[in-house]
């Protein structure tokens, strides 16, 4: 018999050579018929895969991230089958699980793939599917391995197995299909019940250009029909929201090819709404005690080696900028924290000094690869709300439980209301990944873990997330159509004051190490705004929009009258626009609407003479009529209804 403990902390015993599915079916039929995969002793394991020792067992359904994992990768599987008999010769290569359904690369050779030809993909793909074949693993020899794919003449299959061993090699068959696989699996196609290939793209082997291209297909499926259609609504909704469009739509932001790829241009409208963005940040980090700084936007080369940054991601840099100088190099600035640490070696500073706080909006450049730049959320140039606490080993809690409530009030004031915050910590089997003593990187981990339940944050553990100078706590926030994306960090460091001999005087007199704090509560500029965007799909609070309200008179008659509400309106700091153009008045609506200006003000001669105004609401439409003062104190209560105080 052995032991099996469920993540309950209950124990059950099982005869040895149980699997994960009879403990489902002991638990339940209900649950049994929903698992699709197992983790024992944290590792993946097949729902049939014997049970031979005690260990701790968790079940997984398609409703969390391992499940989504295994049933992805077990489509994979699928779609090559269906691609290899619609077209003979191909040679396929990987298949992975992605964050949203799978992909497979493959060399088609003579063959042509469109989107013309992705129909009859998924339909041979849930014609197979249907034969409910069962997935099974096994361990093959390296020698069997390269024998098989040198039959087929596939390169790519020889090339991965070369670099494994005997005894870490597998094998998945399901139906008369076998692929080189490490496990993780579903127990039967039969489960895939509606697919749906996205898209196809070129992909080299391995990432690299000099390498065979390939053709990679991308798709989705699901255990239900119904959650494929719910997905490709909330895609097509998606495509509504997307920053890039609404960016261009409502002119906040372009790119030029002749500036160069990921470097963006803020329009004028956009370099307002980020300007408003700053100076709310600003006003909560004076009430937080922090002091606002500027750094150089390049640094020398050895001020990036110091810190452990050339070495890490010097090769993925922009390249060293030569002087005339002899051996004199400089970098674009990839990081603001060593700049920041040569800020807090300008002078001594004694315990009582601490905490420091130092802060800038500080533009940063990192090299990303062509095919990884997407609008605004991937670029190669982008501004951090940047900050650096640097504090006593006593002060350290506090302060990175503060920089959580600032964090939290950037969410709440903005209308991030669902996340989760991630607490990412080191890979303890890939310390080279990592600067720094373990002594250290314990004490850190451990003061994130306890401030984070301080706060009662709903918390996961992610192992080998962490910085490579130290842990950190990540905030994965979901927007209005239910995606995740990463927007803030705290992060504890004892390795850069380390590295840049960072001391203070301490009560006995003698010197010590300050422990630092990296916090970006939006994260970066660009990325943040481009996910507020597609969060709001443009209607940001009314405290942030470029225009909060449009005034429209109906003739040129009324433009004076115009005038003098806009005056009234800036005057109780309400940013107003008068639209004068010849234009009818239905159609300065539409416009009105397609910017999303959040209030209309229609005038003409009843209101001039009445002194009163016209108000319409984006997508809501006509609220009457109003005196100014009444107009601008429904403008300000909605103003103070959203924007909390910190």
Same mark, same amino acid.
């Given at each position: 018999m052995i032991n099996i403990t469920l993540p309950d902390g209950s124990v059950r015993e099982y005869a040895k050579n149980s699997t994960a599915m009879d403990v489902a079916m002991s638990i339940s039929h209900g649950l049994a018929r929903n698992v699709i995969s197992a983790s024992f002793n944290g590792e993946t394991v097949e729902t049939k895969t014997p049970l031979t020792t005690d260990g701790n067992l968790t079940l997984f359904t398609f409703d969390q991230p391992e499940g989504k994992k295994a049933f992805w990768h077990s489509s994979a599987h699928v779609l090559a089958q269906a691609i290899q008999k619609l077209y003979p010769g191909v040679k396929l290569t990987i298949g992975p699980a992605? =964050?949203?359904? $799978?992909?497979?690369?493959? *060399? %088609?050779? @003579?063959?042509?793939?469109?989107?013309?030809?992705?129909?009859?993909?998924?339909?041979?793909?849930?014609?197979?599917?249907?034969?409910?074949?069962?997935?099974?693993?096994?361990?093959?020899?390296?020698?069997?391995?390269?024998?098989?794919?040198?039959?087929?003449?596939?390169?790519?299959?020889?090339?991965?197995?070369?670099?494994?061993?005997?005894? =870490?090699?597998? $094998?998945?068959?399901?139906? *008369? %299909?076998? @692929?080189?696989?490490?496990?993780?699996?579903?127990?039967?196609?039969?489960?895939?019940?509606?697919?749906?290939?996205?898209?196809?793209?070129?992909?080299?082997?391995?990432?690299?250009?000099?390498?065979?291209?390939?053709?990679r297909i991308y798709g989705i499926s699901f255990p239900k029909a119904k959650m494929l259609t719910e997905y490709l609504e909330v895609l097509e909704l998606a495509k509504q929201r997307d920053h890039r469009k609404l960016g261009k739509e409502l002119e906040l932001f372009t790119f030029s090819q002749k500036v160069g790829q990921g470097l963006p241009l803020w329009l004028p409208k956009g370099a307002a709404l980020r300007q408003r963005l700053e100076d709310f940040l600003k006003k909560a980090l004076k009430k937080g005690g922090y002091e606002m700084v500027v750094t150089p936007h390049i640094g020398q080369k050895d001020l990036y080696v110091t810190s452990g940054h050339y070495e890490k991601y010097g090769e993925d840099s922009f390249q060293p900028i030569k002087t005339p100088k002899m051996d004199e190099e400089f970098l674009l600035k990839p990081m603001n924290c060593p700049h920041h640490c040569?800020?807090?070696?300008?002078?001594?500073?004694?315990?009582?000094?601490?905490?420091?706080?130092?802060?800038?909006?500080?533009?940063?450049?990192?090299?990303e690869q062509s095919g990884e730049l997407h609008g605004m959320t991937r670029v190669r140039s982008f501004t951090q709300d940047d900050?650096?606490?640097?504090?006593?080993?006593?002060?350290?809690?506090?302060?990175?439980?503060?920089?959580?409530?600032?964090?939290?009030?950037?969410?709440?004031?903005?209308?991030?209301?669902?996340?989760?915050?991630?607490?990412?910590?080191?890979?303890?089997?890939?310390?080279?990944?990592?600067?720094?003593?373990?002594?250290?990187?314990?004490?850190?981990?451990?003061?994130?873990?306890?401030?984070?339940?301080?706060?009662?944050?709903?918390?996961?553990?992610?192992?080998?997330?962490?910085?490579?100078?130290?842990?950190?706590l990540d905030f994965m926030v979901k927007d209005a159509l239910g995606r995740s994306w990463q927007l803030g960090t705290i992060q504890v460091d004892y390795n850069l004051p380390e590295r840049f001999d960072l001391t203070y005087k301490g009560a006995d007199n003698e010197d010590h190490r300050p422990i630092m704090i990296h916090r970006a509560p939006f994260g970066s500029m660009e990325r943040f705004i481009a996910v507020l965007l597609e969060h709001t799909g443009g209607n940001f609070p009314l405290w942030l929009m470029p225009e909060q309200v449009m005034i429209l008179p109906i003739s040129d008659k009324y433009q004076k009258y115009a005038k003098k509400v806009s005056e009234l309106l800036e005057n109780s700091e309400i940013r107003a626009l008068i639209d004068s153009r010849s234009e009818k008045t239905g159609r300065k609506i539409r416009d009105a609407e397609i910017s999303k200006v959040p209030y209309m003000i229609i005038v003409g001669e009843k209101e001039e003479n009445e002194g009163t105004v016209s108000v319409r609401k984006h997508g809501e439409g006509d609220l009457g009529s109003f005196a100014m003062n009444d107009f601008i104190e429904l403008i300000q209560k909605e103003i103070d209804s959203t924007l909390v105080q910190f």
């Open positions: 992605i =964050e949203n359904g $799978f992909y497979y690369d493959i *060399d %088609f050779g @003579d063959h042509k793939v469109s989107e013309n030809d992705f129909p009859k993909i998924e339909k041979k793909f849930i014609e197979l599917a249907r034969g409910k074949r069962e997935f099974s693993l096994r361990e093959v020899s390296k020698a069997d391995a390269l024998a098989k794919y040198k039959e087929e003449e596939n390169p790519f299959k020889v090339e991965l197995i070369e670099n494994l061993t005997d005894g =870490e090699i597998t $094998f998945c068959d399901h139906d *008369d %299909f076998t @692929d080189l696989c490490r496990g993780g699996h579903i127990p039967n196609t039969g489960i895939i019940k509606a697919v749906k290939v996205m898209s196809a793209a070129g992909a080299y082997w391995r990432g690299d250009e000099k390498n065979p291209q390939l053709t040569e800020i807090y070696n300008f002078k001594p500073f004694s315990y009582k000094d601490l905490p420091k706080r130092y802060a800038e909006f500080g533009t940063v450049y990192r090299y900050a650096h606490i640097f504090c006593t080993p006593d002060q350290l809690k506090d302060e990175f439980k503060a920089t959580i409530d600032l964090v939290l009030y950037v969410f709440n004031s903005l209308g991030f209301d669902d996340f989760t915050a991630q607490i990412s910590l080191r890979d303890p089997e890939n310390p080279d990944k990592y600067i720094g003593k373990d002594e250290n990187w314990d004490k850190a981990e451990a003061a994130i873990i306890e401030a984070a339940n301080e706060k009662g944050l709903d918390t996961i553990v992610e192992t080998g997330e962490a910085a490579f100078y130290g842990p950190k």
